[in-house]
């Protein structure tokens, strides 16, 4: 029973490793001031979309992933 959750639980870490990898980095300091400048209106906008769709998959991943470690928690093997 606990062979399949474990399965899910290691595909769920995996995928939240390659989620975040995939974000784009926050603008850090002045360096990302002066060359956020550069961008177009629309280049924002698109990157934005990303990053919301990224995060909210981020987000209900890592709630899965949480649930799932719970549930191995209680359902593990009784010695």
Request: hydrophobic fraction near 55%; glycine fraction near 6%.
């Amino acid at each position: 029973m606990s062979l399949p959750i474990t399965i899910l639980q290691l595909l769920s870490a995996v995928t939240i490793i390659v989620i975040v990898l995939l974000q784009s980095g926050k603008s850090a300091g002045l360096s990302g001031a002066i060359a956020g400048a550069a961008d177009t209106f629309l280049s924002k906008n698109k990157s934005k979309s990303l990053d919301s769709k990224l995060a909210r998959l981020t987000k209900w991943i890592s709630i899965a992933f949480v649930v799932l470690t719970l549930l191995l928690n209680i359902i593990g093997p009784k010695q």
